[in-house]
């Protein structure tokens, strides 16, 4: 499904709001997902409409050693890094075609990717702008933990609950 995922990723993480460079999409594909597909935990969804990837999200177990984990308690204070870091999931990311976009399909790739997880926190960051995901993420019960990780994004967990 690489070629399917990254074709997402791009349409996605390339439209007006995002505006990565085709790059990132290639890169995504090379280096970052193979990385994330390899670690414990690893789960990922897809939605298609008609046969056709549409959409997808992907995360796994999150702990010390791995860049991510580590640049969050290089900046957290040391009571989140003591109580939300370390064999929490990873909600890496999250892309859904524009053109399918506002049909309810991130929120079903979300409850998908997150039901059952023997987690009990969950964590992601996102674009500190006001845009779509950070607004759905938010609604989805997903709480602000950090702002200002770096210049562009916010730290949110979400506290889960076993066979929910």
Do not use: N
């Not at 939300?84 to 049909?103: I, K, N, S, T």
């Amino acid at each position: 499904l690489t070629d399917d995922l990254v074709r997402v990723y791009a349409a996605a993480f390339g439209a007006p709001g995002y505006d990565e460079p085709a790059e990132a999409a290639q890169r995504f594909g090379a280096e970052q997902l193979p990385t994330h597909a390899a670690r414990a935990g690893f789960r990922c969804v897809v939605a298609r409409d008609s046969g056709r990837v549409v959409g997808f999200a992907y995360g796994y177990t999150g702990d010390f050693g791995q860049w991510w984990t580590d640049r969050i308690a290089a900046v957290a204070s040391p009571e989140l890094v003591a109580e939300w870091l370390g064999g929490h999931f990873e909600f890496v990311d999250m892309a859904v075609d524009p053109a399918v976009q506002g049909r309810g399909i991130g929120t079903a790739l979300h409850d998908r990717l997150i039901a059952d997880l023997p987690h009990r926190k969950a964590m992601l960051t996102t674009y500190r702008e006001d845009l779509p995901a950070r607004r759905l993420y938010r609604r989805l019960g997903w709480r602000l933990l950090l702002p200002a990780v770096d210049d562009s994004s916010d730290l949110y967990g979400l506290e889960l609950t076993r066979g929910s």
